[in-house]
């Protein structure tokens, strides 16, 4: 299992407790936030911080089996564009590619080549069939991206998140939120995303 990936612009790689402070930035931003999460949004400082640092740690570990969160930094200089994912879906029958990113790598294409990058490596290094995303429906920007990759609409889903043990990423009496769900069953790097090494 790869510790990093490298597309033509980007470095994709594992976390480290360095991180921590763009980490905490990013997911502290009520932009970046407003289509990320159950409910969406920006969580209390010391939820975000135990996120952050739990992300960290799991990162370290390396028991992740080639899933997890990777760092999304530009080649050249190494600038903090954002946060990459391939995680288990809280049903855990299927794995989501997931992204966001810091307002100052918007629009640059960025989240179009991280995110192919992830769906690249998924099928050989992971020997998955299939990968899945889902979107807010109102977060048009995720669904470009999602188009762009070859992801395929598959209607509305209930998608509550995941529950650990001491946090809540929903309130107790607050309804589902229905998300966008898109699949891909197989991928195939095109334009810029050619080059991903592993």
Request: without cysteine.
């Amino acid at each position: 299992m790869s510790a990093s990936l490298e597309t033509p612009r980007l470095r994709l790689r594992r976390l480290v407790p360095a991180d921590e402070s763009d980490l905490l930035a990013l997911d502290s931003d009520p932009d970046v936030m407003r289509h990320v999460g159950s409910p969406a949004g920006v969580k209390l400082p010391e939820e975000t911080a135990e996120r952050v640092k739990r992300r960290v740690l799991d990162s370290g570990r390396g028991d992740h089996d080639g899933l997890g969160f990777w760092r999304v930094e530009g080649r050249a200089d190494a600038a903090f564009h954002g946060l990459g994912a391939l995680i288990r879906m809280p049903d855990g029958d299927e794995v989501e590619v997931a992204y966001r990113l810091a307002r100052s790598a918007w629009g640059r294409g960025i989240a179009t080549e991280a995110a192919g990058a992830l769906v690249s490596h998924a099928p050989g290094a992971l020997a998955l069939p299939r990968v899945v995303a889902v979107t807010y429906p109102d977060n048009v920007a995720s669904q470009r991206v999602l188009d762009k990759l070859g992801f395929e609409r598959r209607g509305l889903t209930e998608y509550q998140g995941v529950q650990r043990p001491g946090t809540s990423s929903r309130a107790r009496d607050s309804p589902p939120k229905e998300l966008a769900r898109w699949s891909v069953t197989s991928y195939t790097p095109v334009g810029r995303l050619q080059g991903v090494t592993q």
